[in-house]
């Protein structure tokens, strides 16, 4: 990571690491290629004695069923609007409120904080129906605003940018902005901004990922083809009675594939803004 | 916008004696505003249907007709439901089984991810992340093929090894719980690593540097740096973790699916299964509070000691 | 680089919000669509409908291939668009209980599977009654039982138009079979195996010449017992009877575990899939026409061993909709019509031909190319006759709204005695205590 701690021999500890990580890689990534295999195999392969381990001949038959069943790349660019845009909005407001309840100080900001923590607790397994009934209210049904606005409340972004801002934004920078003049959004902006784009790759990721793959709420209010996103297209796939592993796993597979670019993508920030990090340090 | 920025920081130094509100004042407006957008899309979204939960738990109601106030009747039933009881000591138990281990070996790896010995970083980090990327389709069917009821089944094969007899992972008590945890462990231990690697991340280098010249071993650096420094951190994944494995619903959903079996079901699936599949709103919302308050007080208490670990 | 970072962002917030934008206006000018259209079609109701423009909403599950048919009906109806909407079956019976619960968001036509009517002619009020649009003129087109299970207890209400059903027929291994010196032949071997006792003594046989349980999954054993009966879990004044009704199925399927007689699997499951390769057992009984589709995906290679006859003592049903019409609906009629064209059996005809979905209507049992229908998986047996002949001997059944908390429960206590080894009574007497439990609280 950094040029200054160059370690000459190829230490035990070293061999531990190496080991550790390949052991941990393979438990995690087995399921990635199994999705894989499926998704180039027939259906009978993967209930078969044993399953199927390697890759089969039905890669294109299989994509094509899907093509042929659901809008794949509408709902794909459908969940791309809408990830991007609430992983976006979250950065944002999730960093900003965690800011202030770093560094500033206002009356009841323990309580506040402590209240955000608490709407976490509560399961949101039964709010479906009365927020159903909201959106129904709005007229957002089969809209993407549906998904995108109620995705913008992210406690736990809260929390984490606040732990984050709070253990690597040193106050006398915040203090010494201040000194000289900065508007509080200022000090934020050219302060803690570029100190915590570590967090920010984090939240994104994390955040992505989530809209990306949660249905459950998508599902409620999306009941339009045409504004489906990939996670309820994909479960039209799903028949009552018959399942076809195959074509639902090549779905799947191809829908995590834009997740993994993505992911590569904030990578690569996540790494470019630590070495910058460390040679500032 | 480099340009921008520059103009503007050099009007501003001059205006601060004009300034109308003190400094005190403008940085809790600041505050307010800044912490409004959560709370204002809250209220919207979120409390309505949370306040809805509370009254529906003193309510007999389908889902359908007309609501019928009923007291405490809720809360006794769900109170006296020896499987409601069941279903909270299995959440304790996956919680232990499947949330202790994670943060553990979460720390581990990314303290691995972290050290400057190693190469491809950028592919391990990849890796250990990717079951969180896999949709829970695909989670549920590996899943349902690696704990395979019969001998042939994958982990069984393993197990046999160690020449344990074929588990019936579906049905027995302890293979249920064992398979959820597993499931659990594994789609959020790289979760949780990617979060510590941020936070060991914002650990600046000289402070290891300054470590190593003073002559600290491996361990004391863990101890005197590493740890504290990421207090923040840990504190919000336990807080975080233990929520999330008390509120623990899609992976045994998975992996038990709609049969609700006994040995598997969690306090979130048992009031789920309430509410659609029996259409007992009431008894359901009386458990979501129920279960609610247990959030809240098993949370205090982890923050608590979380609180102590590295002072 | 950080503030080019920053302007990455940025513009990447603008392209998004941009593309947001785009997106919600054009759905929004969609739902104005439709609504100029309900308004339109609402006040001149009584005039000469077939000139005005309707939109149907149309949510249906699993493969139908109605996308087809809707093709065929715009054609002969220009001035009706049907909007198919399709998902997955749980899926679309949660949105369509969570529209009607909300009062909004419902479409013009809602498919429900026959394990979710009864919970939706519970809010019979919430839907319209199809007798007030000339469904008692179609009823006779239907099996009378399918009929009746959309219908209310006395009759007066009408939830549904029947789709397809799902007639369950006994599934078995020729070699399995043949190696225990049965006839392989449908007609012979049914002769043989024609009560349950012969069954049970069949069991014995297969188990002495091959070592192989009768049945790898209990339940199905028991779903095919249980379906011989008029009267299943509750009567119709919703009390629990399973005690004088299914008690005998019960134990006669843990009697036959407890002997070895009947295998372990849980349906659905991957083991249970990789047996039907491997034919680890001998018959499947209480198998529907769709697990026809079943099994060839798990065991595309195992043609020709399989083959299908009558159960013993009389078939059930498993599975199979209706349409139906909720009371959100602007325009009934209309979407009245077109059901009725849907489910009509020159159409049901078609969806039998194009994606298996086996007909309510028995006058398409009569009809010589369907008679003719074999299938060479199943060792050539004539499938749509042995089906249609299921389908005429299914008796209706009173199911009740809490039939699934009583079929869960029971599932789960075979499993116990298959897998575990429980004691069946004991499961039992559990079983009871924790349905009426749950019954209690509703």
Known sequence: ?281 | ?311 | MRKWLMLVVFSMLVVALFACSDDSSTSDDGSNDSDESTSDSGSNDDEASSEEAVTLDFSVFGSTGYDVLIEEYQELNPNVTINLNEGEMADVHNNLFTAISAGSGAPDIGMIEVSEVAKFMQASDRFYNLNDYGAGDVAGNFLEWKWQQAQSVDGAFQLGLPTDIGPTTMFYRTDVIEAAGFPTDPEELAAEIDTWDAYYEAAKTIKAETGKPIADAPELVFNALRDQNDQQYFNEEDELIIEDTVKEAYDYTTKMIEEGLIGENQLWTPEWGSAMVDGSYATMPGAPGWMVANVKGNAPDAGGKWSLTTIPEGAGNWGGSFLTIPKESEQPQEAYDFIAWLTAPEQQLKSFHNNGLFPSAPSVYEDEEFLATTDEYFSGAPTAKIFADAAKSVKPVYMGVNYSIVNTAITEALANVASGGADPQEEWETLVKNIETQLERQ
């Open chain 2, 1 to 311: 916008m480099a340009q921008v920025q520059t103009q503007e920081q050099r009007q501003i130094p001059p205006s601060k004696k004009k300034s109308f509100f003190s400094e005190k004042k403008k940085e809790a407006i600041s505050g307010y505003l800044y912490i409004s957008p959560f709370f204002i899309l809250f209220a919207i979204f979120g409390l309505f249907p949370i306040l809805f939960s509370f009254y529906l738990g003193f309510q007999k109601w389908n889902g359908l007709g007309a609501m019928e106030y009923v007291g405490f009747q809720n809360f006794k039933w769900i109170l006296t439901d020896p499987l409601f009881w069941k279903s909270l000591t299995n959440t304790l138990y996956m919680w232990v089984l499947g949330t202790i281990p994670q943060l553990i070996i979460g720390i581990i790896l990314a303290y691995a991810l972290n050290s400057t010995l190693i190469k491809a970083k950028s592919f391990f980090r990849v890796s250990i992340f990717m079951p969180y990327v896999t949709s829970t389709v695909a989670v549920a069917i590996v899943f349902g093929i690696m704990f395979n009821n019969q001998d042939f089944g994958l982990v069984n094969i393993i197990v046999g090894l160690f020449g344990v007899d074929t588990i019936s992972w579906g049905t027995t008590e302890w293979g249920v719980k064992v398979a959820i945890s597993t499931m659990v462990f594994w789609r959020w231990v790289g979760y949780n690593t990617i979060i510590y690697l941020a936070g060991l991340q914002g650990i600046p280098n000289d402070l290891y540097e300054a470590a190593t010249i003073d002559g600290a071993t491996i361990r004391q650096k863990i101890q005197y740096i590493t740890i504290p420094m990421l207090r923040p951190i840990i504190i919000l994944t336990v807080f975080t973790s233990t929520i999330g494995a008390l509120q623990l619903f899609t992976e045994p959903l998975i992996f038990i699916g709609r049969t609700y079996r006994e040995e598997g079901i969690t306090v979130v699936l048992y009031l789920y299964r309430e509410a659609f599949t029996n259409l007992a709103f009431g008894p359901a919302s009386a458990a979501a509070i129920i279960l609610f308050f247990i959030i809240i007080i098993i949370s205090s208490i982890n923050v608590f000691i979380a609180n102590r670990i590295g002072r």
């Open chain 1, 1 to 281: 990571m950094t040029k200054k701690n160059k370690p000459k021999k190829i230490s035990p500890a070293k061999m531990f690491v190496y080991i550790l990580l390949t052991i941990a890689s393979i438990l995690s990534i087995f399921p990635l290629y199994w999705m894989f295999v499926m998704a180039t195999n027939e259906n009978s392969a993967i209930n078969s004695v044993p399953p199927a381990f390697i890759p089969g001949a039905e890669l294109v038959t299989n994509f094509t069923n899907v093509i042929n069943t659901i809008d794949f790349f509408g709902a794909v660019w459908n969940s791309l609007i809408v990830s991007s845009v609430i992983t976006i909005g979250v950065l944002f407001l999730c960093s900003l409120a965690g800011f202030a309840f770093a560094k500033f100080n206002f009356k009841g900001k323990n309580i506040l904080f402590i209240a955000i923590l608490v709407t976490m607790m509560i399961p949101p397994q039964l709010g479906l129906i009365p927020q159903y009934i909201i959106i129904t209210k709005l007229d957002w049904l089969n809209d993407l605003k549906a998904i995108i606005v109620p995705g913008m409340i992210d406690a736990f972004g809260i929390f984490w940018m606040r732990q984050y801002i709070s253990s690597n934004v040193p106050d006398e920078l915040v203090d010494a902005a201040k000194m000289d003049g900065c508007t509080n959004f200022r000090v934020y902006w050219n302060i803690a901004v570029p100190v915590i784009i570590p967090a920010f790759a984090t939240l994104a990721i994390i955040k992505f990922m989530y809209v990306w793959n949660d249905f459950l709420w998508p599902l409620v209010v999306l009941r339009d083809q045409s504004s489906y996103t990939i996670q309820v297209a994909l479960r039209g796939l799903i028949d009552n009675y018959v399942r076809d592993n195959g074509m639902i796993l090549s779905g799947t597979f191809w829908a995590t594939v834009p997740l993994i670019i993505v992911f590569l993508l904030l990578n690569r920030l996540f790494i470019s803004s630590l070495t910058e990090g460390a040679v500032k340090s």
